[in-house]
Nanobody, 118 residues
Framework: QVQLVESGGGTVQPGGSLRLSCAASTTFFNQYVMCWHRQAPGSQRELVAAISPSGTTINYKDSVKGRFTISRDNTHNTVYLQMNNLKPEDTAAYYC???????????WGQGTQVTVHA
């Protein structure tokens, strides 16, 4: 069982920045694809960004390209989401997700709230 603990959410004005962190309780962190998803009220959960186990392959949702950056530190078992130029439509609960490369087992974090308003 892998536990994912997110932190870094909060309330910011449009144009502001936040950095989300997700710490994983596994010594095999470098065997997991890591992702950030988000879910706004009344909407389905959507994939925001994904990073491969080695960090060499990264994908983003179109609407966050150029504003968000996903990264990982395999030494400290942590994945990050740097969010710049935040917009009101980025308001959502953000969830950390991990999938093991071989077993395909999936894990979710509890979520951290990001609110963007003037």
């Amino acid at each position: 069982q892998v536990q994912l603990v997110e932190s870094g959410g909060g309330t910011v004005q449009p144009g502001g920045s936040l950095r989300l962190s997700c710490a994983a309780s596994t010594t095999f962190f470098n065997q997991y694809v890591m992702c950030w998803h988000r879910q706004a009220p009344g909407s389905q959960r959507e994939l925001v960004a994904a990073i491969s186990p080695s960090g060499t392959t990264i994908n983003y949702k179109d609407s966050v390209k150029g504003r968000f950056t996903i990264s990982r530190d395999n030494t400290h078992n942590t994945v990050y989401l740097q969010m710049n130029n935040l917009k009101p439509e980025d308001t959502a609960a953000y969830y950390c997700y991990a999938q093991h490369t071989y077993t395909k087992r999936e894990y979710w974090g509890q979520g951290t709230q990001v609110t963007v308003h003037a």
